[in-house]
């Protein structure tokens, strides 16, 4: 193992040996290199005469760059498009982030977390949680609604297991007991489980009540009290577009300092959020469960992240934690976020107003949801996947199916005005094909 490797791991066994038995094989390895990267900076700081460390070139005291393309982007300075940004992002952009989900996140004030790391979007967040924590044969535990593309990073990627438990109840609501039950199962078995909880749910569109939310909390807690070290990571990609009854922030906060056996890990990002799917700018942050003194656990998991960071991607896009930056410190922002917010509320109503006419029972039923950019309904007797190609094939209308009995709708997509005929479209596809 290499000494820096060696040397981040003393530092979180000395304050929390438990999230070090969290680790990965390769995220016991992983440290962030004293290169390059260190070098430059050293010079960026000392290198007054001439600095001739950094992989760039450069022209009269800024970055070299090409007129075409900086005419569509001259309102910005240069050194804040072109040079590489920061292996953890630029520090403004991560105070920025923090500061925000101070703001929404009530739950978090007091706690210990670290600064956000800046990822390329949630998909890398997720990625560096598979490749720091789960390891061959690691259980992490998902509702059965999932975003597919957690089997590939988790199984495919990382050789995890994901062990599935009903996302609702028969009565409509979390399935909390279930959760409890297949996350004591797994962890019992080794030790350890990975624990997803993505709120709002793609593809539901649910978010659990703050009843809901606490009974989940209490029961990671109860594993944890029994001994096994949880991994509870939350995935908040649709943070903030909450629409009824239901939690209003992330369960990061109060997973955080809340026992030395759970390590919280928070995946957001602006993508969904602030609808900048292509600028790919997310966060990962941690805290781990001491009440105390955890600053160095945070360190050298900031020092890990960024080595893996360093080795896949080497950094994230530099435009677009400026952009990010901008809009963050903009005076417009919280006011055309509100806007947006209600287009997607009403969207949802319309959409939950549509279905309940009872125009359509004899074709479906839907599943909860209260919160996000999706829904989905859970046909009676057609099968999802014909139905979405009769869909596309006859009246052009896009869809995605999900097993046997689900369609999911993204009315995220779908202007009001347009909801009941889409719906109508979708119950006339389903007749053609009873
Ligand atoms: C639940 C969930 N997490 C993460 C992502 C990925 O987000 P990003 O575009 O920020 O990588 C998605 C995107 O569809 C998602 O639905």
Redesign the pocket.
Known sequence: MNPLAQELNEQIAKQNPYVLEMLSDLGKNLFFPKGILTQSAEAKDKAHKFNATIGIATEKGGPMYLQCIHEKLSAFDPKDIYPYAPPAGKPELRSLWREKMLRENPSMAGKHFSNPVVTN????G?SIVGDMFVGTGDHIVLPDML?GNYNLTFGTCNGGIIKKHPTFTVAGGYDVEAFKAVLKNSAAEKGKAVVLL?FPN?PSGYTPTVAEGDALVAAILEVAQSGSNIVAVT?D?YFGLFYEDCMKESLFGKLANLHPRILAVKLD?A??EEFV?GFRT?FITFADGNQGESAQVLAALEKKTMGIIRAKISNCPHPSQTFVIEALRSTQFLAQKEEKFQVMKGRALKTKQVLDSGKYDSAWSYYPFNSGYFMCLKLKSVDAEQLRVHLLDKYGVGTISIGKTDLRIAFSCIAENDIQELFDIIFQAAKDLA
């Open positions: 979007a949630l998909t890398h997720l975003w993505n793609n995935d990609a990002g993508t969904k799917w997310g």
